[in-house]
């Protein structure tokens, strides 16, 4: 081989170890980015379940007040405490859950919270067997705290699962999923609790033996509760998650979340958002029972479209507050939607089981009413804080439209409300903690979800107000919470220290 042949020979071995090497480097820097994006797809896929478990339990609870109030003859007042005693929870250990986080993860603190979820269902069973009143509270006490700690984990998690800028739009999407939950809660006690009861519409009909026909019923579906989240918190025991790590921490520019406006006025809108959403959940069953003459079975299932109205609007809300720039794309999941609407409509108020009793009048209505949700929303073009003073203030009007009319018109407006309830916490959450950092985060994520005690509040105020004047005027309550969420939305978000 001659000199020059050689020279030609190694240069060109040379080359092509560098080209392979380089080659490898690259594939091998793809291959951790795909792993790392396949990890962040799986945890936030993971996520979901937590939103639907805790979405189940809270509604589950808040429906709960009606035959909690059949079993032991309570005035409304009394019988809204079981949304007190959940809600409480929040400021008792929403700060607490948030240090938690940072000290053990996200995922053990799931997992705990799991856990205490399951021993509060549990103990439904003696409390309903007996039956005890205070048990109930003490049962939903420790239930209520489980959730506190899944809550305080998954919200600032999937906020920090991909950019910034699409936050509001994956809350959304998980608060739709979390809102499937909070749709059937109401329907599996009409059919678990109230079916067959007999329970007459007219309270003053109601005897000792309606409540402890309803008690005997109450344990099994606390039970099967208990089963799904002990089996899910083993799951995630055995599953890697990734650990989210805060990268913009700045040493010596440590500054309180109490000093930033924008975060304590948001804290106070969750206040107002959860005291109304509760309140008139809370008070629909007994209220249709007063003023329309529905029986609690099927009042019940009315409450259900209460709730499948925020699984529809989140629905829309993640569409609009999505990335999807294809048009067509973006309506087709939309018309998917009012699918939704008109089949869970017709289903949770169905007579029976199967599909011939399926009400589809009462769909039908629940799906225009859905295309009129998403028309307005239009309004908001899809920014958070436009989109929220709209639905304020059209849920506002709709509660004081409760107030001063009766009948059909009283009813499907009570049950509208929902629909405009639907974006209201994730777009609150997503402007409260806005431009804040991974630690910031954290403890404003526990400062914000401590003022859901408005849930704890609200309901026994509207429940005094039902007991001492009627049903309707204690609408004007949630319509007071929804107009300081259209102040926030509209001026309060964007207050900021100099």
Not at 248 to 260: A, F, I, L, R
Not at 347 to 365: H, L, M, R
Not at 456 to 464: D, R
């Amino acid at each position: 081989m001659t000199n020059l042949s050689l020279l030609s020979f190694v240069k060109n071995t040379n080359l092509r170890y560098y080209c392979s090497a380089l080659i490898n480097t690259q594939l091998k820097k793809i291959i951790v980015w795909n792993r790392e994006a396949v990890t962040m797809v799986s945890a936030w896929v993971f996520s979901v379940p937590f939103f639907f478990i805790f979405g189940f339990a809270t509604t589950f609870i808040i429906t709960m007040t009606a035959p909690v109030k059949a079993i032991f003859g309570l005035p409304e007042w009394a019988a809204q405490l079981l949304s007190s005693a959940f809600f409480v929870t929040y400021p008792i250990l929403s700060i607490p859950s948030g240090k938690l986080v940072a000290k053990i993860g996200y995922k053990w603190t799931v997992i705990l919270g799991l856990l205490l979820m399951g021993i509060g269902s549990l103990i439904f069973w003696p409390a309903a067997k007996i039956p005890s009143f205070p048990m109930f509270l003490v049962a939903t006490f420790i239930l209520a705290a489980g959730v506190v700690f899944l809550q305080v984990a998954a919200n600032p998690y999937v906020t920090a699962l991909g950019p910034e800028s699409s936050a509001s739009s994956r809350l959304n999407l998980t608060q739709a999923l979390n809102s499937v939950a909070t749709m059937i809660a109401p329907w599996i006690i009409s059919v678990a609790i109230f079916r067959g009861l007999g329970i007459p519409a007219d309270e003053s009909l109601m005897t000792p033996e309606h409540g402890l026909a309803a008690a005997e019923r109450v344990p099994v579906p606390f039970i099967t509760m208990a089963i799904v989240v002990i089996a899910v918190a083993v799951i995630l025991f055995s599953i890697k998650l990734p650990v989210l790590v805060n990268n913009n921490k700045k040493e010596g520019t440590k500054k309180s979340v109490w000093n930033y406006p924008h975060v304590i006025l948001g804290a106070i809108a969750i206040f107002a958002y959860v005291g109304a959403e509760v309140g008139n959940a809370g008070l629909i069953v007994n209220y249709l029972r007063n003023s329309a003459g529905i029986d609690p079975e099927k009042a019940s299932t009315y409450a259900a479209i209460y709730w499948g109205g925020a699984m529809v609007g989140r629905f829309f809300g993640a569409i609009m507050f999505s990335e999807i720039k294809n048009k067509a794309k973006k309506y087709a999941l939309v018309v998917s939607v009012l699918i939704l609407a008109l089949v869970s409509g017709a289903f949770v108020t169905a007579d029976g089981y199967t599909f011939e009793t399926w009400n589809f009048s009462a769909g039908q209505i629940f799906m225009i009413i859905a295309l009129v949700n998403f028309l307005i929303m239009q309004i908001g073009r899809g920014k958070a804080a436009r989109t929220l003073a709209v639905f304020a203030i059209m849920a506002a009007a709709l509660a004081l439209i409760t107030t001063f009319t009766t009948g059909e018109i009283a009813l499907w407006t009570v049950i509208s409300i929902g629909l405009f309830n639907s974006i209201m916490f994730p777009n609150i959450f997503s402007l409260g903690v806005k431009d804040l950092d991974g630690e910031e985060m954290a403890s404003a994520s526990g400062i914000i979800n401590s003022f859901v005690v408005g849930g704890a509040v609200i309901p026994p105020l509207m429940g005094a107000i039902a007991d001492a004047t009627s049903y309707t005027w204690a609408f004007v309550v949630p319509a007071v919470c929804y107009l300081y969420i259209f102040f926030y939305a509209v001026k309060g978000h964007a207050i900021r220290t100099e």
